[in-house]
């Protein structure tokens, strides 16, 4: 069915930017909202940002201010801009889809949301 695949993950120093893109490919049966998570090993994923319904964009407290999701209406692809990039920034960042867009947009850190990346890996330096 659909598939998710991300980019634009790389290691920067704190204070620096990334932007990841998370481009879906496959058949589109119903219309599907999408966000971004994080995890480091060992631990439960976080969500980091994700769109409601109408478009709004939503954010992790802990990203606020720094991170801006949007996405491209004509190719659905999901964009996550990081700016200032701190430490505890580093994880390995997925994006994920769902045809339920009110949970998505919540971020939980535990639902089994339909469509999942690969993930690309941020790593920010002191």
């Known amino acids: 069915r659909i598939q998710l695949v991300e980019s634009g993950g790389g290691s920067v120093q704190a204070g620096g930017s990334l932007r990841l893109s998370c481009v879906p490919s496959?058949?589109?049966?119903?219309?599907?909202?999408m966000g971004w998570f994080r995890q480091l090993p060992g631990k439960e994923r976080e969500g980091v940002a994700a769109?409601?319904?109408?478009?709004?964009?939503r954010y992790a407290d802990a990203v606020k201010g720094r991170f801006t999701i949007s996405q491209d209406n004509t190719t659905n692809t999901l964009y996550l801009q990081m700016d200032s990039l701190m430490p505890e920034d580093t994880a390995m960042y997925h994006c994920?889809?769902?045809?339920?867009?009110?949970?998505?947009?919540?971020?939980?850190?535990?639902?089994?949301?339909?469509?999942w990346g690969q993930g690309t890996q941020v790593t920010v330096s002191s």
């Open positions: 994920a889809g769902d045809h339920d867009c009110v949970t998505i947009a919540t971020m939980s850190s535990t639902y089994p949301f339909n469509y």
């Open positions: 769109l409601d319904k109408d478009g709004t964009p």
């Open positions: 496959g058949p589109t049966l119903s219309k599907y909202c």
